[in-house]
């Protein structure tokens, strides 16, 4: 690996590209929607600058959005996009495919729940702590293959509920940290110190 000198590794978390569903402020969660125009150039232009960071890895949701922006990384690098499930976007069971007023107008008390509380567990919607448990563990166990630099294309709430994990913080009890953009990244470093991870830049872009 090109990073293999270094003591330690990074990971750079990508949010795939705008999609229609962005624009309409619709939940997506595990629904599959597609890059809109805007986010294929956005993916574009985000490609060489991920890409100039040399990553070893390329790890991505296997939901197209996310494949498709990371496919424009890949190009600049020769690396092979790797699919894991466990870093898709969470589920917002019920709410998925609605916008705010569909669901305060179907689910109201859902949806009043949800946003005072981040969960819904009658809605069926994931856990955050949930979702930081199993996208953690996907990051674990690619980054346990020895130093370097690994990218990860995910979704804006699993990347937020992510980080938090990584940074020790129990998602449930903790909101402080506000999603990436359309095709932004974070960075974290390893640390010599419980809980191990550094946050040294959230939400960078073009």
Not at 27 to 53: C, K, Y
Not at 64 to 79: F, K, P, Q, Y
Not at 149 to 166: D, K, L, N, P
Request: charged share 20%; proline share 3%; with cysteine.
């Amino acid at each position: 690996m090109s990073g293999a000198s270094l003591a330690k590794s990074r990971v750079i978390f990508v949010r795939h590209g705008q999609t229609d569903f962005n624009i309409g402020g619709r939940v997506q969660g595990v629904i599959d929607i597609e890059l809109n125009e805007a986010g294929r150039a956005q993916a574009a232009s985000m490609g060489p600058l991920v890409a100039a960071l040399q990553p070893d890895v390329i790890v991505s949701s296997d939901l197209s959005r996310a494949m498709d922006t990371a496919l424009e990384i890949s190009r600049h690098v020769g690396l092979e996009v790797v699919a894991d499930p466990r870093i898709r976007e969470r589920n917002f069971g019920a709410f998925e495919g609605m916008t705010r007023d569909e669901m305060l107008a179907q689910h109201p008390k859902w949806y009043r729940d949800w946003r005072s509380s981040g969960d819904c567990a009658q809605a069926q919607v994931e856990s955050r702590e949930d979702v930081g448990e199993r996208f953690a563990e996907a990051v674990k166990e690619v980054v346990s293959t020895g130093p370097g630099t690994y990218v990860f294309v995910s979704h804006g709430s699993a990347i937020t509920q992510g980080i938090t994990h990584m940074l020790g913080i129990a998602p449930g009890s903790w909101s402080g940290l506000r999603g990436l953009d359309n095709c932004h990244w974070s960075i974290l470093e390893q640390a010599d110190r419980s809980p191990y991870w550094r946050l040294v830049g959230h939400n960078i872009g073009a």
